[in-house]
């Protein structure tokens, strides 16, 4: 059975550089045709989807948050990663990982945990 795992600092100041892996165990991030997201949920707010890495590689990014995103992969350690950039404390909220058969995972997918950060001085 596939699972995820969050991880990364809790804490990140303003302007820095957000960074989070998620590890999978079970199953191979290159399997066809799985799409692996990451996703936020501010506090008292909605989830959103902040953008996905395919079994191929081919990275998608809501428009949104595409000019601070990257959505990398390590294929040796069945890893990906988040990075959002210049962070502000709006930025704050629980991320989460995801794979789906979908581009933009929907709450039918497989989900990690989920992990809290928050960007403060």
């Known amino acids: 059975q596939v699972q995820l795992q969050e991880s990364g600092p809790g804490l990140v100041k303003p302007s820095q550089t957000l960074s989070l892996t998620c590890t999978v165990s079970g199953g191979s991030i290159t399997t066809n045709y799985y799409y692996w997201s990451w996703i936020r949920q501010p506090p008292g707010k909605g989830l959103e989807w902040m953008g996905a890495?395919?079994?191929?590689?081919?990275?998608y990014y809501s428009p949104s948050l595409k000019s601070r995103t990257s959505i990398s992969r390590d294929t040796s350690k069945n890893q990906f990663t988040l990075q959002l950039s210049s962070v502000t404390p709006e930025d704050t909220a629980v991320y989460y990982c995801?794979?789906?058969?979908?581009?933009?995972?929907?709450?039918?997918?497989?989900w990690g945990q989920g992990t809290q950060v928050t960007v403060s001085s």
């Open positions: 890495i395919a079994y191929s590689g081919s990275t």
């Open positions: 995801a794979r789906d058969t979908r581009v933009v995972t929907t709450q039918q997918g497989i």
